[in-house]
Structure formats: structure tokens, C-alpha cells
């Protein structure tokens, strides 16, 4: 085999390699990258927007801009908090177009005294399991659904980057552009936030 000939692409291949293949002009590579994420970023999209036709356009141009910026980004930095950056980025911008930005007070959350941590990550897995067999599951899926749907834009990104992608504080941090320490604050608030409206809700549902 030529030395020079284009080596194929494959799931063996690394981030940074696919890069510098397409920076070259290799269009497979950036395909190939395309299929190595497009799966886990539009599942965040999802439930970072949770409107359809709003999740197509900002998926659209998160991969847009990656095409468009090659020659601008680092090879030797991680490849996927980058692209949730961008994505992270147009999310929010879509989501300012479409509703005011929350009023919340940070300071008026109370702390969260009355539930553990396994709690809320049992809670939080029951948006991904979904049994066809099992409608109890289905519905708590709902109702997970519509009440990270309904938190300030800055709680439910931190919560989906922490408990659904499971960045690091690190990575969180760059994708949000903010220090770590307000990331672990932030997030502390999204859990507590969670956790009220999931009491309340189900509250409602009770009665």
C-alpha cells in the first residue's frame, strides 16, 4: 500500500486524528464524526430545548459551525466539550428567542435538607428507562420530562451536562464558560430546584 493513501476511516480512529484528516480536506473524516456523535449531541439537544423543529435547526448549525471552524480549533483539546459547547451555546441562544429569560432568584431556593443523592439520580434514570411494559415507568419519564422542561435555562443545562452526559466539573465549566466553583454551586441549585417542582408534581398528582 502507497504510504500516502487515505487510511479508512474507522471507530478506532481518535477525535483528534479525524480533525487533522479533515483539516486536510478529508470530508469521510468529518462524516465519520458527525456519526460518532450525532446520537448522544441531539439527545441533549432534546432535552435541553425539548421543541423538535427548534432541536433540528440548532443541531443543524452546531454541526455547521464545527464544519465551518476546522482550522480554528485546537487538535490537542478534547473534541466532545468542544462540540457541546457549541451546541450548549445555540441552545441557549434558541432558547432566549423562544421565552423571556427565568427571573428566578437564586437566593430564594431553601437547601436540600430531605433527600439524598441517590434519590435524585434514580429519579433522573427513569427519563432514559422507559419500559413499553411498564406505563408506571413510562409516566414518571413524563413527568421528569416536563419538569426539567420547565426549569431556568442555566439550572436544566447543568443538570443534563451532569447527570445525562456526565462531564466533569472541568469540562462542565468550559462548555458553560464559568469557574468550577459556580459550576458546583449551580448545580447544587438545579438538584435542590429539581427535587421541589418533582415533589410538587407528584403531589398534584396524588391528590
Partial sequence: ???????????????????????????DAFREIVTRYKNSLYAFLRRFVSQDD????????????????????????????????IAANKAKDALRKMQRQSSMSMGTIADAGD??????????????????????????AQRVRQVISEMPE????????????????KHMAEILSIPIGTVKSRLHTAVV???????????????
Avoid: C, H
Fill in 54 to 85: 427548534v432541536v433540528e435547526d440548532v443541531f443543524q448549525e452546531t454541526f455547521l459551525q464545527l464544519y465551518a471552524s476546522r482550522d480554528s480549533f485546537d487538535a490537542n483539546r478534547p473534541l466532545r466539550p468542544w462540540l457541546f459547547t
Fill in 154 to 169: 442555566n439550572l436544566r443545562g447543568i443538570l443534563i451536562l451532569a447527570y445525562f452526559e456526565q462531564f466533569s466539573y
Fill in 1 to 27: 500500500m502507497n504510504k500516502d493513501e487515505t487510511k479508512p476511516v474507522s471507530e478506532k480512529v481518535s477525535d483528534s486524528e479525524l480533525l487533522q484528516r479533515y483539516r486536510q480536506g478529508d470530508e
Fill in 115 to 140: 433527600f439524598s443523592l441517590d434519590e435524585v439520580v434514580n429519579i433522573l434514570t427513569s427519563y432514559e428507562t422507559t419500559p413499553e411494559d411498564e406505563v408506571s415507568a413510562e409516566e414518571t
Fill in 193 to 207: 430546584y429539581f427535587m421541589k417542582k418533582w415533589k410538587a408534581a407528584n403531589r398534584g398528582s396524588i391528590e
